[in-house]
Every structure is written in C-alpha cells, then in structure tokens.
C-alpha cells in the first residue's frame, strides 16, 4: 500500500489510476449517497477536477483504494473558483452560505474535496491507514506550495477520525444536514504541519 500524488498534468505517470479514483467516486457520491453531480455511468467529473487541482490517492497491487484532490483558494477556473467558496456567493445549490463564516481568498489555505474510500476497505485498521495516507498526501502537496493549512466541507464525524489519527482538526463553520443524504456536514479546519503527528503505516 501506497501514497501517489499529481495533478492533471503527471496523472499520465500513474496508468489509469486518476480514472479509478473517478470511478470509486461515482460509486459512492452518485450510486450510494445520490448526489446529483455531473457523471456518466463510470465517472464522476466536475468543474473543480481541473488544472488547478491535485490528487492524493492510496493505491494497494493496482486498485485505488482511497483518495481526494486539493486546491488553491487562490484558484479560479473559468467561471469557479474554488467549491467553498462557489457555494459562499451562491453559485452552488445544495451547500448554504452559512457553512463558511466568510470567504477565504491567501495562498495559505488550500481546500480539500471529495474524500473517498473504497467498499472493499472493511478492516477498521486498513481504513485508519489509507485516511492517515490521503491526508498526509494532501497536507504534503499544500505544504510544498507555501500553505499553513487545509479546510473542507465534510461530514462532521470526520473531525474525532482525524483527531484520533493525530491530526488537530477542528470546525470552522456551522454545521448543516443534507436532505438529500441525510449527513450532517460542516467546514473544518486543519494546519498542514500537523502531518507529521499521523500515525505510521501499520
């Protein structure tokens, strides 16, 4: 089990892994919590996979078995910049304006998205593990580009998983419930140097 990280421009290094992290994600946002985002019946693909954005993926004998992406909240994409900050001038439904406090605009803060974690992780360890990986992934990509910290809008349970796996993660935002998943969801925060306190591969 390994860690991989890239952006748009070096997933070619990596085979089809950026299309198999597409794919858990289509599994789990469309197929189980119902989330109508933009995919087809393999892949799930917004506004926000684009040339701004990095990859954190667990990758175990081939299959990807955990991953995320990372941005800039300097980023700007077309019409988008960065999803917390969309859904904060109302560009996005869904996500009320209220789960960010205000905007966020300094390239020290990098925003996270779209966690993910493959069925076939039963093991309460093995989950521990590749969470501790993605995580760590992510704070290192933020941290090689100058950024003090991390926020995403997630669910609120996540705040104990990575207070347990020594990441000092705490709410930034108020929390909400989705009616269309029935999660309860905020905005946390997190500084990137506390990667170094996660727990070592097991």
Same mark, same amino acid.
């Given at each position: 089990?390994?860690?991989?990280?890239?952006?748009?421009?070096?997933?070619?290094?990596?085979?089809?892994? +950026?299309?198999? @992290?597409? &794919? $858990?994600?289509?599994?789990? +946002?469309?197929?189980?919590?119902?989330?109508?985002?933009?995919?087809?019946?393999?892949?799930?693909?917004?506004? @926000?996979?684009?040339?701004?954005?990095?990859?954190?993926?667990?990758?175990?004998?081939? #299959?990807? $078995?955990?991953?995320? #992406?990372?941005?800039?909240?300097?980023?700007?994409?077309?019409?988008?910049?960065?999803?917390?900050?969309?859904? +904060?001038?109302?560009?996005?439904?869904?996500?009320?304006? #209220?789960?960010?406090?205000?905007?966020?605009?300094?390239?020290?803060?990098?925003?996270?998205? &779209?966690?993910?974690?493959?069925?076939?992780?039963?093991?309460?360890?093995?989950?521990?593990?590749?969470?501790?990986?993605?995580?760590?992934?992510?704070?290192?990509?933020?941290?090689?580009?100058?950024?003090?910290?991390?926020?995403? $809008?997630?669910?609120?349970?996540?705040?104990?998983?990575?207070?347990?796996?020594?990441?000092?993660?705490? &709410? $930034?935002?108020?929390? @909400?419930?989705?009616?269309?998943?029935?999660?309860? @969801?905020?905005?946390?925060?997190?500084?990137?140097?506390?990667?170094?306190?996660?727990?070592?591969?097991?």
């Amino acid at each position: 089990m390994h860690n991989i990280t890239f952006d748009l421009s070096t997933l070619h290094e990596h085979g089809t892994a +950026f299309f198999d @992290y597409l &794919r $858990l994600r289509k599994s789990f +946002f469309v197929d189980t919590l119902k989330w109508d985002v933009p995919h087809n019946e393999n892949f799930e693909m917004d506004q @926000y996979d684009n040339p701004t954005t990095w990859y954190s993926l667990v990758i175990e004998e081939g #299959r990807v $078995l955990a991953g995320a #992406r990372v941005m800039p909240t300097m980023s700007v994409w077309g019409q988008h910049t960065y999803m917390l900050r969309d859904a +904060f001038q109302g560009k996005l439904g869904g996500i009320p304006d #209220r789960a960010m406090p205000s905007e966020i605009v300094t390239p020290l803060v990098w925003e996270c998205t &779209r966690l993910v974690l493959s069925d076939e992780l039963r093991e309460h360890t093995k989950r521990r593990r590749c969470l501790s990986m993605v995580v760590e992934g992510l704070s290192e990509i933020a941290s090689d580009h100058g950024a003090s910290e991390l926020v995403t $809008l997630s669910t609120v349970s996540l705040v104990r998983a990575l207070r347990q796996l020594g990441f000092p993660a705490e &709410r $930034l935002g108020e929390a @909400y419930r989705d009616p269309g998943d029935g999660r309860n @969801y905020a905005v946390l925060k997190m500084p990137v140097a506390a990667s170094t306190h996660a727990i070592a591969a097991e």
